[in-house]
C-alpha cells in the first residue's frame, strides 16, 4: 500500500508523461505481482462495485474530524475531492501496518462491502486508523471510487509493454477484460500480462491487431484558393466528416474486435457492432465511425456520451441508444493489407464488401458529389442541419498512411466555423481537480430584450469552463471573488460585468431551459473585456441562429 | 473589566475598520493602513500590510531594515523591543512576538480599563528565526484567518525539512539542480535555516540576498549562499545545488542556466493537490508563515478574550466557527492579501523584494 500511494503521488505530481511512463514502470519492476496485479487493475480504469455508501463516508469522516456538517461541506468545496477532503480531515494516524496493495484491497477492502451496516462503522475507523496520509489520499479514493491519477489506459499498456518486452498492441488485447467488474486480478494474472509472445497468440489467425489509424489535417483556406491548393474536385473524394468515435473493426478467425483511435479496445462498449462483425468475412478490417443512428440520420454526439459514460449497458440504454459503423475505408481484405492501393480502389473494394454483407448496422458513408469547390462550399453550409463537422477531402489516389503523415497520400478536414455568441458571465462555480479552489466553471446568460429596453433581464443559457488560459482564469476568478453579490453553497451570483464570446457547434429548441435554448459544446472563444455589458447579444440573436 | 458585557460594535471599541484601516480611535493611529495616513502602526515588512507614504510609522526595533529598504531610508520610523510600552494620547501600546517573519509583531493596546490585541499575521510553531509567538491575554482579539479551514493542518517542522532535504538530495544525486521557489522574505530565510547544508552548495537569486543580510544583522544563522555570477559557480556545481528563487522568477529566462532542473514551491496552498498542480511545479512543499487551523484555534483560546474580530482569509468560515463556540465574533473587511494567494490577485513578495 506504501509504494502504491508513492506512485500515486509520483504520477499526481507529474505532468511531464515521460516521468509518468518511468513512475509506472519503476513501480511495476520493483512491485510484487499480487500487488502489481491489482495496480494495474486499478490504473487501467477497474472499479469495484460501490464498497461504502458515500454517505455514511462522509458522515463518519465528519464525526471522526469533530466538525459540524457545514465546516466538513465548506472544507469540501475548498478541496473539490471528497476523498482528499477526508484524508486531510482525519486525526493522525494512531497505528501502523506493512500490508502490500493486495492484501489491503482483497482483506480490508472488498469485504466492506456487503458487511453488516452495523459493523460497517468500526470496520471503517480501524481501518483508516493504520493507514498513514497519503495512503488514506488512496484508500479513500478507490473506496469511493474516483481513482483517477492522469493516466490514460494506453499509458498502463505501454509501460506493462516495456516491462514485459512485449508489443503494445499485445498487451492492449490481454488487457481485454482485465478490469471487468468483479474482477480479482492476481499475481497469475499479472504474469499473464508481461509474459513474452506465445508462438500461437502471434500467429496471424488469432491476431486482433489493428493498422495504425490514418489521421486527417484540418484545412482552413478561403475558398477562392481551393482550386490553386487543391485542383478540381475530380481529383477528391469528398464525405461527411462524422461526430463520432472513429474506430477500426477487425475481424480474424471468427472473432471480432473494434479499436477506437489510440489503440483503445472498445469491443465490449458495443456488443451490437461486435456481434454484426460476425457476418464479416475473416480477415478484413474496416476503418470508419462510430456513431448513435436513428431513423437513417446521425445523432448528437452527447448521445454516444451517454453510452460511453456507463459501466454497464442494459439492453434500454442498447434500445434507446442504437449504434452503427460508417464505414469508409477497407484496409483488410481477404487477408491482404490494402493500404497501398489508391484510396478510391479502396473505396470501391469497401462498397462491394458492404453490399455482400448488408447489414443494418454497417452503413457506408456516402461520398458527396459536387460541382466545383463552390458547389461542395454551399452544400457545406448545410453540415449544422446535417449533424456534422464538415467535410472530409481524401485524395483518389492517396494511399491509408500511418498517423499525420503526408508522404503517401492526404486527408483533409475541413470543418466549419463556430457559432458564436456575446454573453454574459452571471453564475460561477468552483472547479475540481487542478482548477480545485478557483472559480472556473460559468454560466452564461443573455438578455431577453434589445438594448434600451428599460424591463429586458438576463437570461442563462448555456454553462461553460473551457476556453481560457491559466492566466485569465485566475484574473476572472479573482473579479468574481470581487464583484460576488450571493453565494449558494459552492456556486456565486456575480454582478455582470465580464462578457465572452461563446462558441458552440449546434443550437436547438429545448423545454429543459429556462431561456428556451439548448447549445451543443459551449466554449469560450475569447474573453471581451472590450465590451460593456449592455452590448452583450440577446435571445433575439440567439433565435436567429435556429435552424428552421 | 471596564466594559459591559455586550457592547454595540463601533460604540468605545480601541480599534474600528475605516476605509484607511484598521484605526484606533482613542489613539488617533492605524494599524497596518491601505491608505496614506498621519500615524502607522505596522505590525510587520509584507507589502500588503507595510505601505508607502504614511507620515510616521512605529514597527519592531527587527523591522526597521526591511522597511528602509523597501520604504525607503527617510521613512520616520521609531522601533519598540518587543515588551516594551508606550503611550499615545492615554492609550497604552506594546508589540508582542507573532512567529510570522522577523520583526513581526502583535499590537497590544490598553485604554480605559479594556485591552485589545491585533495580531497581524502569525504563526504558532516555533521556526528558529524569529522570537516565537506568544498569546497575549486580551478582552478583544484581532486574528486573521489565512488558512481558516480544518483541512490546514501543518507538518511539523522536521517533518518538512525531511522532505525537502531528501528531495533535494535526490535531486543532487541523480545530477539535477533543485530549484525551491519560496517568498524572498521569510520562507527563503527559514529554508536556509532549516535544510541540511551538508547536501551541498546554495544559491540564491538577486531577490533574496537583502533580506538574507538583514535576518543575519538580527543574529539568525544562516548557512553561506552563493550567486550565480560568483566565480566557481559553474555548471557540475549547480547540479547539486539548492537554488532559492522568488516565485516572479518562475518561467523565466533566469532558470536557463540551470539546465534539466526540479522543481518545487514551497507554501501552505500546496496542502491540496488543485493548488499544486495548478502551480506546474515537480512538488509542492507545505509551509507556511501562518497558523494552521489548529493553530489558529489554539491562539485565539489562549487570548482569552471573548469578543474575536476576523480579517482575512476564511472569514465568513471563522466567524460562524468561533460564534458557535460562544465567542463574540464578527469579520472586519480589510485589503490585506495574502503573500501565498493562490488565486494569482497578489502579486506579492516575489515583485516586492
Not at chain 1, 434500445?319 to 484496409?331: F, G
Not at chain 1, 481484405?333 to 448496422?361: F, K, S, T
Amino acid at each position: 500500500m506504501k509504494a502504491f500511494a508513492a506512485l500515486y503521488r509520483d504520477l499526481d505530481a507529474s505532468t511531464s508523461s515521460l516521468a509518468k511512463q518511468a513512475a509506472l514502470q519503476r513501480y511495476l519492476r520493483a512491485a510484487p505481482p499480487q500487488d502489481a496485479a491489482w495496480a494495474v487493475y486499478f490504473l487501467a480504469g477497474g472499479k469495484p462495485r460501490q464498497l461504502v455508501p458515500v454517505k455514511l463516508l462522509r458522515l463518519l469522516a465528519q464525526e471522526a474530524a469533530g466538525l459540524p456538517e457545514w465546516l466538513f461541506e465548506e472544507s469540501y468545496q475548498a478541496v473539490g475531492d471528497l476523498a482528499e477532503t477526508i484524508a486531510l480531515l482525519l486525526p493522525p494516524p494512531g497505528e501502523a501496518h506493512d500490508l502490500g496493495l493486495a492484501r489491503w484491497v482483497q482483506d480490508h477492502l472488498l469485504p466492506l462491502r456487503g458487511a453488516p451496516a452495523d459493523a460497517l462503522p468500526e470496520r471503517l475507523r480501524t481501518q483508516w486508523r493504520r493507514l498513514a496520509p497519503d495512503e488514506r489520499l488512496v484508500y479513500f479514493k478507490l473506496i469511493t471510487g474516483a481513482f483517477r491519477v492522469g493516466v490514460s489506459k494506453l499509458q498502463v499498456t505501454q509501460a506493462l509493454a516495456a516491462v514485459g518486452g512485449v508489443d503494445a498492441k499485445r498487451v492492449a488485447q490481454r488487457l481485454m477484460g482485465y478490469t471487468h467488474l468483479g474482477a480479482r486480478p492476481d499475481a497469475a494474472a499479472y504474469a499473464a500480462l508481461v509474459a513474452p509472445e506465445a508462438a500461437q497468440e502471434r500467429a496471424a489467425q488469432t491476431s486482433g491487431q489493428p493498422y495504425p489509424f490514418f489521421l486527417a489535417h484540418p484545412f482552413n483556406v478561403d475558398i477562392a484558393q481551393f482550386d490553386a491548393l487543391l485542383g478540381p474536385t475530380a481529383g477528391w473524394l469528398v464525405e461527411w466528416k462524422w461526430d463520432g468515435i472513429r474506430a477500426q473493426l477487425v475481424k480474424r478467425a471468427g472473432q471480432v474486435w473494434l479499436w477506437s483511435r489510440g489503440e483503445e479496445l472498445v469491443t465490449e462498449r458495443f456488443p451490437e457492432l461486435a456481434a454484426m462483425g460476425e457476418a464479416l468475412p475473416d480477415d478484413s478490417v474496416l476503418d470508419g465511425e462510430i456513431v448513435v443512428w436513428r431513423d437513417g440520420t446521425v445523432q448528437p454526439f452527447a448521445e454516444l456520451q451517454r453510452r460511453i459514460g456507463r459501466k454497464t449497458l442494459g439492453p434500454k440504454l442498447l434500445r434507446e441508444l442504437p449504434v452503427v459503423l460508417l464505414a469508409y475505408d477497407l484496409i483488410e481484405h481477404a487477408g491482404r493489407d490494402l493500404r497501398a492501393l489508391p484510396q478510391d480502389q479502396r473505396r470501391a473494394r469497401l462498397d462491394a464488401l458492404l453490399r455482400e454483407v448488408n447489414h443494418p448496422l454497417l452503413v457506408p458513408s456516402p461520398v458527396i458529389g459536387g460541382d466545383g469547390w463552390a458547389d461542395l462550399a454551399r452544400l457545406r453550409e448545410s453540415a449544422r442541419e446535417r449533424g456534422v463537422e464538415g467535410m472530409m477531402l481524401k485524395r483518389r489516389d492517396a494511399r491509408y498512411g500511418v498517423g499525420r503523415t503526408k508522404d503517401v497520400g492526404v486527408w483533409w478536414k475541413w470543418k466549419i466555423d463556430p457559432l458564436s455568441v456575446d454573453a454574459v458571465l452571471v453564475y460561477a462555480q468552483r472547479g475540481h481537480g487542478r482548477r480545485a479552489s478557483l472559480y472556473s466553471d460559468y454560466t452564461f446568460a443573455v438578455w431577453n430584450g434589445l438594448p434600451g429596453d428599460a424591463e429586458r433581464q438576463l437570461v442563462p443559457f448555456a454553462k461553460a469552463y473551457s476556453g481560457l488560459t491559466d492566466a485569465e482564469m485566475a484574473r476572472v476568478d479573482a473579479v468574481i471573488r470581487r464583484t460576488t453579490v450571493e453565494s449558494f453553497g459552492p456556486v456565486r451570483s456575480v454582478k455582470p460585468t465580464l462578457v465572452f464570446e461563446l462558441g458552440f457547434e449546434g443550437i436547438a429548441r429545448s423545454t429543459r431551459h429556462k431561456s428556451g435554448i439548448a447549445v451543443r459544446f459551449p466554449r469560450m472563444l475569447r474573453w471581451r473585456e472590450d465590451k460593456p455589458v449592455e452590448e452583450a447579444d440577446t435571445l433575439q440573436t440567439l433565435e436567429a441562429l435556429l435552424p428552421p | 473589566m471596564a466594559s459591559p458585557d455586550l457592547p454595540g460594535p463601533g460604540a468605545g471599541d480601541l480599534v474600528v475598520a475605516r476605509s484607511e484601516g484598521l484605526y484606533c480611535p482613542p489613539g488617533d493611529f492605524y494599524i497596518d493602513p491601505w491608505k496614506p495616513v498621519e500615524r502607522a502602526v505596522i505590525t510587520h515588512g509584507h507589502s500588503d500590510h507595510a505601505r508607502r507614504g504614511h507620515a510616521h510609522y512605529l514597527a519592531h526595533t527587527d523591522s526597521a531594515g526591511v522597511l528602509r529598504a523597501r520604504l525607503g531610508a527617510d521613512i520616520t520610523l521609531q522601533t519598540l523591543a518587543y515588551g516594551d510600552t508606550i503611550e499615545h494620547h492615554g492609550v497604552r501600546l506594546s508589540l508582542h512576538p507573532a512567529g510570522h517573519v522577523l520583526g513581526s509583531a502583535q499590537v497590544r493596546l490598553q485604554h480605559a480599563g479594556r485591552v485589545w490585541v491585533a495580531s497581524g499575521d502569525y504563526k504558532t510553531e516555533p521556526d528558529g528565526t524569529c522570537a516565537p509567538f506568544e498569546p497575549v491575554p486580551c478582552d478583544t482579539f484581532i486574528t486573521e484567518s489565512t488558512f481558516g479551514l480544518p483541512i490546514y493542518r501543518w507538518p511539523t517542522q522536521p517533518q518538512l525539512f525531511a522532505e525537502i532535504d531528501a528531495w533535494w538530495r535526490r535531486n543532487a544525486e541523480e545530477g539535477r539542480a533543485s530549484v525551491l521557489f519560496c517568498y524572498a522574505f521569510g520562507k527563503a530565510q527559514r529554508i536556509l535555516h532549516g535544510v541540511d547544508a551538508s547536501i551541498g552548495p546554495i544559491v540564491a537569486h538577486g531577490a533574496v540576498l537583502p533580506l538574507n543580510a538583514v535576518y543575519r544583522a538580527a543574529g539568525v544563522a544562516l548557512p553561506p549562499t552563493l550567486r550565480v555570477t560568483d566565480p566557481g559557480v559553474d555548471a557540475a556545481l549547480l547540479k547539486r545545488a539548492l537554488v532559492l528563487a522568488p516565485p516572479s522568477a518562475q518561467g523565466t529566462p533566469w532558470l536557463r542556466r540551470f539546465g534539466p532542473y526540479a522543481d518545487a514551491f514551497a507554501s501552505g496552498w500546496m496542502q491540496l493537490r488543485g493548488t499544486r498542480r495548478r502551480r506546474g511545479v515537480d512538488r509542492g512543499f507545505v509551509m507556511s508563515d501562518h497558523a494552521d487551523w489548529p493553530g489558529l484555534q489554539q491562539a485565539i483560546a489562549a487570548t482569552g478574550a471573548s469578543r474575536v474580530f476576523v480579517t482575512h482569509g476564511s472569514v465568513a468560515v471563522m466567524v460562524r466557527w468561533l460564534r458557535e463556540r460562544g465567542l463574540q465574533a464578527q469579520g472586519f473587511a480589510t485589503e490585506y492579501g495574502d503573500e501565498d494567494e493562490p488565486a494569482a490577485t497578489a502579486q506579492g513578495e516575489g515583485a516586492a523584494a
